[in-house]
Structure formats: C-alpha cells, structure tokens
C-alpha cells in the first residue's frame, strides 16, 4: 500500500493539497461539501485521516516565507520565480516580505513570520546579521540564505560562487585580446556583491600577468542605471585607452551602455562590455548584453527543495553552489 | 489629554509599533524587559493596557496582504514601493502572495491570507472574478483593488484613467505632426489593460478626423520586450509609411527600439515612439522613452490609505483615480 500523503489524497479528490492540509488541521477556507468529499476520499483509499494528519505535525502552515530586501529587481524577480515553482509543486504557499533596502525591517519580518508560523525561511540577498541569525535559530524553522551574506556559517546558503564567476568574465575578455580592463563594481565594503566580484576580476588579471591598478575599478552607491552610467563616465575619462568593461551587474552595465552613447562610443566596435547577472534586462540593451549568468531561477527552486528536504538533523541541512554561466550576445568583440 | 493610541505609546516606548501591538495581543517575539517597558509607558503615559487595546479590537494583525500576478517586473516593483512605504509610516506589516501569471493561485492565496487574519487586502493587477469578490466579501476585511480590473464595482479601485491616459498619449503624438501612427497593444480582449489603452487610441485619432485603421494595431501574447519586437516588426512591414507609434507599456516600447535597430531605422529621426507605464526602464532605453507615467508609487500610497482610514459604513470605502502625466523624453520629434 502506497505511504498515505496528503498529496495523494489531495490528486485524488481533485483539490488542493493546502485544501486537504486545511480540513484536517480544522482550518477555514473551505465547504462542508468539499471536507466531506476529503474524508470520504481519505476513507476510500484506506487511510485514517489522522495517518495523513500525522505526516503534517511538521508541517502545519504550509508556508515558506521570503525575506528580501528589494522585491522591486529584475534579480528578485527570477529568484522567486524559482522558489515559487518549487514550493507549489509540493503544495507549499509562499509568503514575501520586503525588508527595506538596508534590510532595516528585518527584524519586525522574522517576528511577523513566526506569528504567522511559517514552515521555513528563505532568507535573500542581503547581509545576515548575528541578530537576524540568532532569532532564526530560536524559532526553530529550518532556514536557508540565497544569494545573500551571513557571518553564521551554519545557516547553509544556495549562490554562486562571485570570485570565480567574476574571474570568469574577464577571463573571457582577456582570452579575446583585451589587456586593458576596467571594472564597474559594488562598493569594496559590501562582502556580499562587492568584494569577491573585485577579487575575481583583480585575480584574473594577476593569473594572466596584466598589471593592476585599483584605479580602473568604479564604483558609486549600488547595483543601478545611475550608478553604472556615472562609473563608466568616470572610468572613460580617465582611462581613455580601455578597450573593455566588466560590470558587476547588468543593470550597471545598462547604464555602461548609456555612457557609451553619450561618449559617441560604440558598442563593441570601440569598447567591449560584460554584465552579470542574466537577468532579461540583458536581452534587452542595445546591443544585447554578453552576461554572466546567476541562473537565478534554478536558485530558487534549489533552495526550496533542500529547505523542504526531509532530514535527521537540522545541523546537516545543506547548501548548494550553482553553477554559473557565460551567456555569449553581441556586447564583446574579439582584438588582436 | 490625547487619545491613547498605539503609535503614541510606540513612540514614547521607543519600540516599534508592531512590539506594542504584540505585547498587548498577548503575542510573540519581544523580551520580558520590552514587555515591562512598554507596560510602564502606558501607565506613566496615564492610560490603560486595556485602553490602547481596544483600539486594536479591529486591527488584530497590523498585516496587510498583497495579492499580484507577477512580483517581478517593474510595475509591481513601483506599485510595492508605495505600498511599503504607507504601510510602514503606519505600523503596519505587508505580506506579498503571488498569484502567478493568470492569478490561478488567487483563491488559494486568498484562503491562507484568511488564515493569517490580515487586516486588509490589496489586490493588483489582475483581474477579479465573481468567486474572488464573493469570496473577500465573505472575509469581512476591508479590500481595494490597484491597476485591476472587477466586475464587482462595489469594491474600491485606485487606478488610472487607462483610456484617457492613452488618449493623450495619442494626441501627443498628433499635436507634433504625426498622423500615420500604429500601436503596440496589449489584447483587445484584456479588459484591464487591453481594450481601454485601445479605445483611448481610436478616440483621439476619430476627434482629430484621422481614419481608423484596425491593421495599424498590432499585438502579441503579453506586454512584454519579446511581444513588443515582433509587433512592431509585424507593423512595419505592414505599414512602411508609419511615422510614430505608441506602445501600451515601456516594455513592449523597449521592444520597439530593438525592432527598429534590426530595420535600421533611428528612433526618433525615422520613427517616433511613445511608452506606457513610467517605469524606470523607461530611462535606460537608448534612446530615453517618452511615456505616460501611471505613478505606481503614488497608487500603491493612496490605496493603502484609503484601506486604512476609519470609516463608518465599508460599504462607503473610497477608491480613487492617480493622474497620468507624460514625461517628455528623446524618443519623439516633431515633424511638419
């Protein structure tokens, strides 16, 4: 006999498997028809409803929650996207809360979701502090961090790996003839985005003996148009002789592209540029932007699946490095 | 003596707003030393716990609940922004459910916000069928709608003038000399974003005595970049003599300006074009987008204030209409 699941016994009476959760943890949201249709269901097949109630003890609201501090980006949006996906096909609902750019609602969230007694917490792209870490661990939910920086290095994290990521960018530039690259970044101080895109590209160059100079790295407040158009500005004028751009993010790199224009610079004929990210915003420049890809949606549905993962020990939950990737367009010419 | 309120008391406290209404509802999530801060600032403030609670009779959870298709793309972002800001300036909590592309996850959404006793719903974006209002009605917690199109017009709506907004945009185009002009539509039989921005068209073409012509309306599945390309590809085969186009949102608009890169036409010297939505893609095209802001921001605000406000009767809740504005930017000239 089939392991009774809520699952199955959701297919098999046609509704939703938050439905069956609901009628047996005495919920609202439903008919008296549909929860006689349920427990006749659960009845047929030959179960008891509290054998399938018994597979929910640890699972009695059905409910990620999504901590991050910008709904807004395009980055967010495949990040979710990924977790959304995961999290329905195994019945699971998903609730988002924005923390502010700072992550400054943080704190206020983490107690909102265990009022709310979410299942799990994914935590993403932000800075986690002990603070945060420490309530986490008092909840006891398991918890997972994307694409985000924590000093507690047992909260286990899905992302990629920035400083080989990075290196592989300009990698990719310097195997097509360019030695003299600049980069547009995140601020040095943000251990997150910042730093180990540096390290990656600063690495790069000393792996291929091209000189460094902390000089050819830009960078303003973020990861936005503004930033990167007044970066490249900053970094065209007093570097004119550079003949490629790594930035950091491609909407950094959009406003790269915006620069460029306003310098009646052509690209790739005049400056050769990759982003990072792949979010869609890298198909839709002008040119079309040759782009490190995150693979953010993949992001996403990992983290779910090792959140929702049924393990012994919450101390062994693990992380996951996603591999990135090179999306070649038309935004890099090769020199000789 | 002032009226003994939450926020008063937060304040004086030095603790958020949300602490007090936990400390008070018996919740979770705050230190016994809080608790007995927050206790004593009500009495020293010469008021009653039972006092500031009963003002909280209504406003159990101090949560907000959003519903959207699509937490991705940029309109949502704006729309979200707006709502976080007069949410938080309120002491209030905002929990995000994505209903996914056709809003099939919006009952199930629906019935776990009920769970999680929101205090208000917006809903945006998408549109509200019978079994939804039926179903929020039966709630009892006061509901708005944003930039979403109901068929219960019993339940407030904050949104544009869709038709008239696109109407302008249209006479911007013939006020500069244009009188061969297309558009990028969404689907004629979208009701929400679709049709109105289509009759807005025909409108102001009909009062300035030039011909309709339906092959000058061009659409493809959705409003985004990918749809915007090849509608505008379609239009220009069609219709070579075309001397501008608007576009129903900057995405679709975006679109357009890698269609007319492929055709070799210039944006504006070959072909005007004019966007939709004021989203901050709009400045990072190349070049800039002229387009008709629907100041997302602002909606998201007001909604949550009108959601907010006190009132006698909610069968008297107010919505409200945001008022568009053209923002003049690169990508139209003036022809004679």
């Given at each position: 006999m089939q392991k009774p699941t809520i699952k199955y016994v959701a297919k098999e009476a046609n509704v939703s498997i938050a439905t069956v959760s609901r009628i047996l943890n005495n919920g609202v949201g439903y008919s008296e028809k549909t929860k006689k249709l349920v427990l006749e269901t659960i009845q047929q097949m030959g179960y008891s409803p509290n054998a399938i109630a018994r597979g929910l003890i640890n699972k009695q609201s059905n409910t990620i929650g999504v901590l991050m501090p910008e709904i807004s980006g395009l980055v967010s949006a495949d990040i979710l996207q990924g977790i959304e996906k995961a999290a329905h096909s195994q019945g699971q609902s998903v609730i988002v809360c924005n923390t502010a750019p700072f992550g400054n609602q943080t704190m206020d969230y983490l107690k909102l979701l265990q009022e709310k007694q979410v299942d799990g917490l994914l935590f993403t792209s932000q800075f986690l502090t002990t603070e945060h870490s420490t309530y986490i661990k008092q909840m006891d939910v398991p918890a997972i961090t994307i694409s985000a920086y924590s000093?507690?290095?047992?909260i286990p994290a899905v992302r990629v790996d920035d400083e080989q990521a990075a290196y592989d960018a300009v990698q990719y530039l310097i195997k097509r003839g360019h030695r003299h690259i600049g980069m547009i970044s995140g601020s040095p101080d943000d251990p997150l985005a910042g730093s180990p895109r540096i390290n990656g590209y600063k690495k790069a160059l000393y792996d291929h003996h091209i000189e460094y100079d902390d000089s050819k790295i830009a960078w303003r407040y973020g990861f936005y148009f503004e930033d990167g158009r007044e970066a490249c500005s900053t970094l065209l004028q007093k570097h004119?002789?550079?003949t490629a751009i790594f930035a950091a993010s491609d909407e950094l790199a959009s406003g790269a592209i915006a620069a460029c224009y306003e310098s009646g610079l052509s690209i790739p004929k005049d400056l050769s540029l990759v982003g990072y990210d792949g979010t869609k915003l890298s198909k839709m420049t002008h040119p079309a932007l040759t782009t490190v890809s995150q693979h953010f949606v993949e992001m996403g549905e990992t983290a779910v699946n090792l959140l929702l993962k049924p393990i012994q020990d919450t101390k062994y939950r693990s992380g996951a490095i996603i591999q990135h990737q090179i999306i070649e367009r038309a935004s890099v010419r090769t020199i000789n």
């Open positions: 000093n507690d290095k047992t004119p002789n550079l």
